[in-house]
């Protein structure tokens, strides 16, 4: 029988793709013990843009979010969407900073490491998959999905192989756009699972064009060992597909077994449902399906930021003129998968374009760096003309970007002085130096653990010294009484290794 396993995205991409990574950490506390009582393969609950957003936004250090979440998956592997050499910012940082932060990552609790990169370049993987072996923690190998006239499934499979060849303890395949097809999805895991046998395959999909479900179904049926899904109450449109519904759909199938513990279930997603009312400022908007990313490929989270830079200027009604350009300059370009940070750079130089009335008038730095190859190779050459336009008379470069940057943490922990408690400060001060400095000001200041984080730790504590008010036997589950945190889950299945 084979086995079908579920990663629960609800607290890292479910709420980044609809809420603008809005949710604290005291919201994620109290579900945390049913999440483990679920027996997920893995809970995303870190990187991506929740680094960022955490000191930021929220006044919370993302160090102790992940120690907070850690400590409350006996049984559950956590999991993280790290950035390549852009780890969790949105530049490339030297190796030194790779090492570093792949060890303190994996002592503050996590697991499995994601990584990517955002033009599929693999040798900006080489030291973030160095340093995740070196840290102890599971290297999960990371191709970004996308289509265009050099994106090919014999392109995709040399990139397996390649990511094996260096390490990778599992492959996944990151659909962050919705675009997969389900013939599509069903040819590339049957050719990485025959290249590769024995390797965990994961599938990652946005429900952003309807396709998912579909995709993720002819992806099981290939031998996909892992997919994602979110509680449905954080699912849909630009997140991805619900979970309860694919438990459903596939636990009707002979054959495949999901491992899964669906009692719990119904508790997460009306739980989710109310904290999803707490952040409706937040909503994307973005809801239903949009058949049109088909066409322009621009991430649900992308298309909010183009619609609010145009609204910034007085011109959302120009977006269908900036999706069109998106696609042209994409394809100027060297044609870039769609995700963070390329997505960014494509999508503002667009604007650019449409609102000045004229194409490379101004060019963002940005976009000369990725020109210049400071993010690496693209996946098509970029034609000369364009980089003249772009660039002018520089000359890009050819090598490995990150082996122009020197090493920077010692540099950093002289910047920052006493202002950083420990390394983990040091590293989030090298990823937005800015925004850390500030964070620790207010910290420094007295601010300290925002007042509902401390109740729900709290909280969460003291149903765990309760005695359970009703307990199921049959599913070795005990519901403890509801207190300042909601109910507790308990007594689930057995410890699980990574495979």
């Not at 962050?176 to 999805?185: D, H, N, Q, R, V």
């Not at 599938?203 to 998912?212: I, K």
């Not at 995700?339 to 004229?358: D, E, F, M, R």
Request: glycine residues 10%; aromatic residues 8%; hydrophobic residues 40%.
């Amino acid at each position: 029988m084979a086995k079908v396993r579920i990663m629960e995205t609800a607290i890292r991409d479910g709420h980044q793709s609809l809420l603008a990574t809005r949710m604290r950490t005291e919201d994620m506390i109290p579900a945390l013990e049913a999440m483990d009582a679920v027996g997920y393969h893995s809970i995303e609950c870190w990187g991506g843009a929740t680094f960022d957003t955490s000191m930021r936004f929220l006044k919370e250090d993302p160090w102790e979010r992940l120690r907070e979440i850690k400590k409350r998956l006996k049984h559950t592997p956590t999991q993280m969407l790290f950035r390549g050499q852009n780890a969790v910012g949105y530049r490339h940082y030297a190796d030194d900073v790779m090492y570093a932060f792949a060890d303190r990552a994996r002592q503050n609790g996590m697991d499995i490491f994601r990584i990517f990169d955002a033009l599929n370049d693999i040798r900006n993987l080489e030291a973030p998959f160095a340093a995740t072996k070196k840290a102890g923690g599971h290297i999960q190998g990371t191709i970004c999905y996308t289509t265009s006239p050099v994106h090919t499934i014999e392109l995709f499979a040399e990139m397996a192989d390649r990511m094996v060849e260096m390490g990778a303890d599992s492959l996944c395949l990151k659909d962050m756009s919705g675009i997969l097809s389900p013939a599509m999805a069903g040819k590339l895991i049957t050719r990485f699972k025959k290249d590769h046998p024995g390797m965990m395959v994961q599938m990652h999909c946005h429900d952003t064009s309807g396709f998912s479900e579909m995709a993720y179904l002819e992806g099981v049926k290939a031998g996909a060992d892992v997919i994602d899904c979110a509680i449905s109450s954080l699912a849909g449109g630009t997140s991805q597909p619900a979970t309860e519904t694919l438990v459903a759909a596939l636990s009707e199938y002979d054959g495949i077994d999901l491992e899964i513990n669906p009692e719990p279930l119904e508790w997460l997603a009306n739980y989710f449902k109310d904290v999803r009312k707490k952040y409706w400022k937040f909503e994307s908007g973005l809801l239903g399906i949009d058949s049109g990313v088909l066409k322009h490929q621009v991430p649900g989270g992308m298309i909010s930021n183009l619609v609010g830079q145009l609204r910034d200027q007085g011109a959302e009604a120009k977006l269908p003129l900036v999706l069109e350009e998106n696609a042209r300059v994409r394809a100027d370009l060297g044609f870039p998968p769609l995700v963070t940070p390329s997505s960014q750079i494509v999508g503002t130089q667009a604007v650019l374009n449409v609102l000045l009335g004229g194409r490379y008038k101004s060019v963002t730095r940005e976009t000369k760096n990725l020109a210049k190859g400071l993010y690496g190779k693209t996946g098509q050459p970029i034609e000369a003309d364009i980089l003249a336009a772009v660039l002018g008379d520089e000359v890009p470069i050819t090598h490995r970007p990150a082996d122009d940057l020197l090493p920077e943490m010692d540099a950093a922990k002289a910047e920052i002085g006493d202002a950083a408690k420990d390394i983990d400060d040091v590293l989030s001060y090298v990823m937005f130096p800015q925004v850390a400095k500030e964070f620790f000001a207010w910290r420094e200041s007295g601010g300290g653990p925002e007042r509902e984080l401390v109740a729900a730790v709290i909280g969460a504590m003291t149903i765990g010294e309760r005695k359970p008010a009703a307990e199921s036997q049959a599913e070795g589950i005990v519901i403890a009484t509801t207190g300042a945190a909601g109910p507790s889950w308990r007594g689930f299945g057995r410890q699980r290794q990574l495979r």
